[in-house]
């Protein structure tokens, strides 16, 4: 019996509620994964989108600041007056001229706290600045190649550059602007350089950078304003080139989600990339919690069932132990189930059917007794006739040849003979085997009379069997089939019969043998005529299937009866009885 088939009910109900529990929860929470995955995806897309607008709308604030600041100077007129008037021939004019423009410039950019410096470039190319004293830095700033890439545009921004502040340099990215003064009559344009801090871009982008995988700024002419990780690998920056140039507002594949944003003024873009693997992490959490949730599930399942399930399948179990009880032959066995369902109908049938099979195994049982009385009562009554007709066919005989003292003799061992036959119960069936010997003896005294010296009885029997109990008339027949079929159909004048009982392992022997014609017929031979009692043979056959009979129902299936004999050899029946303690003694 393989494992499944020994598993319990118990067990197979606990095992499908936890399996349907299971794959129902597994099943919805793919389903919820997957549309929970959709969402959150779109949300997040949506979370960065509004994070790039809020960057948006301070980077345009800062745009307006500086473009406003840049029409306030361009069109002040004082400012206007004084850069456009000829040069002085007096160095003291032109040094309060400069030290007026330098302080009309630094009101403008003491109004913002990210512009650090305002250079203009009058049509004569004089440098006003609201730093005094750095004319010859400023000729050389202007000089770089940040100012040259945006000095033929109308306005722009150029990309970060370091420029000398106060003490020491800082970063910084320009916004130019070429124009003409009011009220000039130049075809000269003048030049307006508004240096804002680089730190008030990257103080924007560093708020929101740690929600992107990178973030970048570029002007309208594409120039790089500002970079959130330097170390980003060279295929993601090439994505996000890629996405820029196509004009797209969005962008994706297996790995990658990239956003741009273009709201700006002057033509500024910022593109930002979402890695989706960061992205799906808040999803993963959002699984595991729902792993534990499947487990919480089937724990409080089990909670629930496992009482609900035990209290089913009790009754089946008992009706299983019942029915295993009854399997190994316990008929008072009985089981009381109260469930008030089906399982109660069954045990009430179960009730019944073990009374009703109770009550056939004892009908059996009596039956089988009877039957079997009836049956060794008619092998019994087969013996005597058969053992009278021979005595007393000798007897007549006997008288018929006056010998009367001879028939006297022959009558008493009969009588004698017919005492010990008349036996009940257990002892009509058994007897010890010294009994057996005084009976073939009073026998053989008949026979002696009926053909005088035809043979000899030997008797080879240890004292210590003599008290065995064995089949009561199961050596008679025997010995009178060697007398009548064996010695007296022989040549021989006078014949030996030996009687032989010995113990051979765990088993007692009993042997006769004669020394007359034998037989030519094999042992299976025997077996079958005995059991058809062929009409030659019909005598020897009840006597030989009276003693098979009475062998296997009172000695077991282990008792058997064996014939050897070869044709002029003689004749050996060995009668085979197992060994038990308690046929000790005589009954």
Partial sequence: MTQAMRMKIR???IASTVLVVSFSLILSGFFIYDYAKDIIREQSIKDSR??????????????????KTAEYIVSDEEITELISMPTSENIEVDYFRKQAVQEK????????????????????????????????????YLKQDWFVKIKNTRAGYSEPHPFFFISGNRQVFSYALKYRPI????????????????????????????????IELFTESGALLLVANDTLPESDRSFMADVLHSGLSYMEDDNRIVLTDDVMNQGWKQAALLSKNKLFMKIN??????????????IVTLVVMLPIIVNLTKPLIRLTNAMKRVAVGDLNTSVQIRSGDELEILGTGFNRMVEDLRNMMETSVRN?????????????????????????????YLSHANRGGEAAEVTQALISILQNTIKTGEGAVRAPLSEEKRIIDKYAVIQQTRYPESFHLVWEVDEVLLSRSVPRMALQPLVENAIIHGIIPSDRETGTITVRAYREVEQ????????????????????????????????????????????????GASARLEVYSQLGQGTLVRIRLPWTESDSKPL
């Fill in 183 to 214: 009220g000039q009559d130049s075809s000269v344009e003048s030049y307006l350089v508004i240096d804002i801090a680089y730190s008030e871009l990257s103080n924007v982008f560093m708020q929101s950078a740690q929600d992107f995988e990178q």
């Fill in 368 to 396: 089988e007794a009877v039957k079997r009385q009836m049956q060794i009562d008619l092998l019994m009554a087969q013996i005597n006739p058969h053992f009278l007709y021979n005595s007393l066919n000798t007897v007549i």
């Fill in 50 to 67: 509004t994070k790039l607008a809020q960057i948006s709308f301070q980077l345009k604030k800062i745009q307006e600041q500086v473009v």
């Fill in 105 to 140: 410039l630094r009101r403008f950019v003491a109004l913002s706290n990210y512009i650090l410096n305002v250079v203009i470039i009058s049509p004569d190319q004089d440098i006003y600045s609201n730093f005094s004293g750095y004319e010859e830095y400023f000729h050389e």
């Fill in 285 to 298: 959490r959002v699984f595991f919690f729902y792993i534990i949730i499947i487990i919480s599930g089937i």
């Fill in 11 to 13: 067990t197979k109900i």
């Fill in 508 to 555: 007692l022997i009993l042997e006769v043998e004669d020394d007359g014609q034998g037989m030519s017929v094999s042992e299976d031979g025997w077996k079958m005529r005995v059991g058809q009692g062929q009409e030659p043979e019909r005598t020897r056959g009840i006597g030989l299937s009276n003693i098979q009979e009475r062998m296997h129902t009172h000695f």
